[in-house]
């Protein structure tokens, strides 16, 4: 892989400018969808998916579907079940009980190679193999796209350039991934999985690591190619207020069930939050946009007249 990455001679300035010249915009993620349209079939159907780990039960019945182009956050509190329900939908575990189908069909039913071209994963912790250079690592993110005993082509080098432009990792191209800080690795993955130019994208706390810019900066370019581009986006977050004012619609798990599926406004709510949480909150419209935003309840406890 590393071999084939160097351009013959040119050392690193012409490597560089190699991923600048195939960095074209977006060029890989055309829409997919066209204006006026009948209602697409689900993307993602979960079916009454139960899933536990030994004699602990994770999931109860969970029903949930993603429609194409949809850009949706997943809530809940630890151990709520919400990355459990990520790598269901990504193949990684294999419900109990019930069914996870991907475009109509079962998602044991597709190969390896031909899941990996329509759904991307970016874990949590994700490891990255130290010694790669950053190109290198997003440059496999093509493999589910290359014949048998293939090589990288020039459409696989312009998708992996603009993958990385697409995360903010360009300039970090030829760096060691060894050498990378938290929140530069977060970004690496991303781009990794953005070059597999997938349908869906589930991304487990994409913002963890992540100072509040590259947090901003990260999300609004998940939203950017969600509306240009069609990607479907599944992200389990953990701050809720981050959720609210960026997915149009919220999921929100507790004791492995459903409770709450629909727009912030109707998820994002004082009720909900203790029931989910037990956590006694205010929620209150921003000035804004008008989208919920939650602040603690001060009592006696928590300092209320100090």
């Known amino acids: 892989m590393g071999r084939e990455m160097r ?16 960095a074209v915009p977006a060029a890989p993620y055309a829409p997919r969808s ?19 780990y ?3 039960a994770v999931l109860r019945d969970l029903a949930l579907a993603l429609a194409p182009g949809e850009f949706v956050g997943l809530l809940g509190p630890n ?4 990355s459990t329900l990520l790598r269901l939908i990504g193949g990684a575990l294999r419900p109990a009980a019930g069914e996870v189908r991907l475009a109509g069909r079962p998602v044991r039913g597709w190969s390896r190679r031909a899941f990996a071209r329509r759904v991307a994963t970016v874990a949590q912790a994700p490891v990255l193999p130290e010694g790669f250079t950053v190109a290198e690592f997003v440059l496999l993110g093509r493999t589910p796209h290359l014949p048998a005993f293939g090589s990288e082509g020039p459409a696989d080098y312009a998708a992996a350039g603009a993958a990385l432009v697409a995360a903010g990792a360009l300039d970090l191209a030829e760096r060691r991934l060894g050498e990378l800080s938290g929140g530069e690795r977060q970004r690496v993955a991303l781009a ?3 070059a597999q130019e997938p349908e869906l994208l589930l991304l ?34 953990h701050d809720v207020n981050l959720a609210a004012a960026t997915c149009p619609r ?6 492995g069930r459903l409770v709450a599926d629909g727009p912030p406004e109707g998820v994002v709510t004082p009720g909900l939050l203790e029931l989910a949480y037990g956590y006694e909150a205010q ?4 000035p804004q946009t008008g989208h919920p935003v939650v602040l603690p309840r001060y009592t006696t406890a928590l300092g209320e007249g100090a």
């Open 79 to 82: 151990g709520s079940g919400k």
């Open 54 to 56: 030994g004699e602990r």
């Open 7 to 22: 351009a013959e001679g040119g050392g690193q300035g012409a490597e560089r400018a190699r991923w600048e010249d195939a």
């Open 192 to 194: 990794r999985a953005l």
């Open 204 to 237: 487990d706390e994409p913002t963890a690591h992540l100072d509040l810019g590259y947090q901003q900066e990260l999300l609004a370019t998940l939203r950017r190619l969600n509306r240009e581009a069609g990607l479907t986006v599944l992200a389990v977050l």
């Open 283 to 286: 929620v209150i419209p921003h």
């Open 250 to 255: 919220l999921a929100l798990l507790h004791g």
């Open 34 to 52: 066209t204006p006026h349209a009948p209602p697409p079939a689900p993307l993602v159907e979960v079916a009454g998916v139960r899933f536990g």
